[in-house]
């Protein structure tokens, strides 16, 4: 069963435009979500993350993402895009405990025009 | 403090080749997982390794192996190569398995199967 849905596999704005990239899970213990970014030919670097506590969060490169347990979704945002934003991004929940299993949705990869 | 590496960083083999992969974490680190990246399937969880004893194992045919050593470095091998084992394999480490909090990934190693 999927867990981690984001919708739009592409998406694209214009430098300087709100970022709003979409993620939904699915999870029967109190989820841990996180963001993900990948620039071509590397590997996987956290943007941000929700564990407990707050439910808004905030990351890296002025990302943040709100955590909405009654809509199931921790969708990513981005006030103003940038140039060197373009990239792919991946929402990831670990739905148990005593593991670093990570659930992937299918990644958004972001475009940025000037 | 050194990231995760892994080596090789590319790697090219034939069709029913075998190839070994290798990882080493972060000092410190006693939990390496390893997942696999295409563009068809997205990223995909192969195995969870803690303390030298698989802890969880994905949805992978038995050509897929691991293990990890006392100093916790770990290595996937991968037998009787098929085309579709091309992908980036990354490998990711943390302190415990503490439900991904503390995951960090490595750069990958893009494998190609011609």
């Known amino acids: 069963a999927q867990s981690v849905t984001q919708l739009g596999s592409h998406v694209s704005v214009s430098e300087g435009a709100l970022v709003l990239l979409r993620c939904n899970y699915s999870?029967?213990?109190?989820?841990?979500l996180f963001w993900y970014v990948q620039y071509p030919n590397q590997g996987l670097q956290l943007l941000l993350k929700y564990t407990t506590g707050a439910t808004l969060v905030k990351g890296i490169n002025g990302f943040e993402a709100e955590f909405k347990k009654s809509e199931t979704s921790f969708h990513l945002t981005k006030p103003s895009a940038h140039m060197s934003d373009a990239a792919e991004y991946f929402c990831?929940?670990?739905?148990?405990?005593?593991?670093?299993?990570?659930?992937f949705g299918t990644g958004t990869r972001l475009q940025v025009f000037p | 403090k050194a990231g995760v590496t892994q080596t090789p960083r590319y790697l090219i083999k034939t069709r029913g080749q075998q190839v070994t992969l290798s990882c080493s974490p972060i000092?410190?680190?006693?939990?390496v997982s390893w997942y696999q990246q295409t563009p068809g399937q997205g990223l995909q969880f192969l195995f969870e390794?803690?303390?030298?004893?698989?802890?969880n194992k994905g949805n992978f045919p038995g050509r897929f192996s691991g293990r990890q050593f006392s100093n916790s470095r770990s290595e996937m091998n991968v037998s009787t190569l098929e085309l579709g084992d091309s992908a980036l394999y990354l490998c990711a480490s943390s302190p415990e398995a503490t439900r991904g909090e503390k995951l960090f990934f490595g750069s990958g190693t893009q494998l190609s199967v011609l």
């Open positions: 000092s410190g680190h006693r939990s």
């Open positions: 390794y803690f303390s030298e004893t698989q802890r």
């Open positions: 990831a929940v670990t739905r148990t405990y005593n593991t670093d299993k990570l659930i």
């Open positions: 999870s029967s213990v109190p989820p841990y």
